[in-house]
């Protein structure tokens, strides 16, 4: 499984960008997790296959939406509203399991993609 991320890039505080994901094989979770610089590994949200349900961290709910394309093998991160602190590399993951809760430990993935910079500017 081989998963490519594209669409991030630098913005000012209050506007958009859309993340995307494409992913290689037959997958039953995706999720985004972020990392800030000097900061650990952060969960963002999760989708599972069949709802799809999806989860988010309180600090970007309702600001982002997380969604699939299964013709397209491709996953998004719709981000609105960001903010500075959104700023951070942000990478996308992905599981074959079928596995219980919001998926919110790394260790849930077993697949990553290579990650996409976003730059939210004040």
């Known amino acids: 499984v081989q998963l490519v991320e594209s669409g991030g890039g630098s913005v000012q505080a209050g506007g958009s960008l859309r993340l995307s994901c494409v992913v290689s094989?037959?997958?039953?979770?995706m999720g985004w997790f972020r990392q800030a610089p000097g900061k650990g590994l952060e969960w963002v949200s999760t989708?599972?296959?069949?709802?799809?349900?999806?989860y988010y961290a309180d600090s970007v709910k309702g600001r982002f939406t997380i969604s699939q394309d299964n013709a397209k093998n491709t996953l998004y991160l719709q981000m609105n509203s960001l903010k500075p602190e959104d700023t951070a590399m942000y990478y996308c993951?992905?599981?074959?399991?079928?596995?219980?809760?919001?998926?919110?430990?790394?260790?849930?993935?077993?697949?990553w993609g290579q990650g996409t910079q976003v730059t939210v500017s004040s």
């Open positions: 094989g037959y997958i039953v979770s």
């Open positions: 993951a992905a599981d074959r399991r079928y596995s219980g809760g919001s998926l919110r430990n790394p260790a849930d993935f077993v697949y």
């Open positions: 989708i599972k296959r069949g709802g799809p349900t999806t």
